[in-house]
């Protein structure tokens, strides 16, 4: 009786577990790869506060790498973070996207901007689909 209570528990576990792994972006995009960290000891204390917050929600899925080494147009991004928040399980609120969307632009506008030729450019969709394909 024992092991089976046990069993039962375990497969309760792993529900959960393996309903997130489903969410899990499938495939490696070139930015990926690129550093997963910004300094932002010279960022105002509230774009720090949403620094915190962004690498809590955006790296659930796929790397924070990603979003770091993306870039993206001041529309692209809101975009972006609403197609993020509509994903299965997200786990990010109104508030929290408006924040996470704020500390995006203020980046891209005082990090990335300044040195272009350091990012990747977003992917298409097609491109995206390619990749997922190919995998
Ligand atoms: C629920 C899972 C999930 C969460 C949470 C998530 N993403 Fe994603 N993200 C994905 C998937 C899956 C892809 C691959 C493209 C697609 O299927 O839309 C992706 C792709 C991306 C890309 C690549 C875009 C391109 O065209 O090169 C960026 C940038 C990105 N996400 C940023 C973010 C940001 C910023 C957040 C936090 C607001 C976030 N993601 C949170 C699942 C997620």
Redesign the pocket.
């Known amino acids: 009786m024992k092991t089976l209570s046990h069993l039962i528990m375990l497969s309760a576990l792993c529900l959960p577990l393996s309903l997130v792994a489903q ?1 899990k ?1 499938n ?1 490696t ?1 070139p ?1 990926d790869k690129g550093p997963d960290k910004i300094d932002v000891s010279a960022y105002p204390a509230p774009m720090q506060a949403n620094y915190k917050l ?1 690498t809590g ?2 790296s ?3 790397t924070i790498a ?2 770091i080494n ?1 870039m ?1 147009k001041e529309d692209e991004w809101s975009r ?2 609403k ?3 509509h ?6 609120s109104d508030n929290q ?1 408006k924040e ?1 969307f704020d500390f ?1 632009v203020y980046d891209q506008t005082n990090r990335k901007d300044k040195n272009p030729k350091s990012f990747f450019p ?3 969709d097609e491109e ?1 689909d390619k990749l997922k394909k190919g995998q």
């Open positions: 969410t972006s495939v995009l930015q962004f929600k955006c659930k899925c796929h990603r979003p993306t993206m972006y973070v197609r993020m928040m994903k299965p399980n997200s786990g990010i996207g996470i995006l977003a992917l298409s995206i």
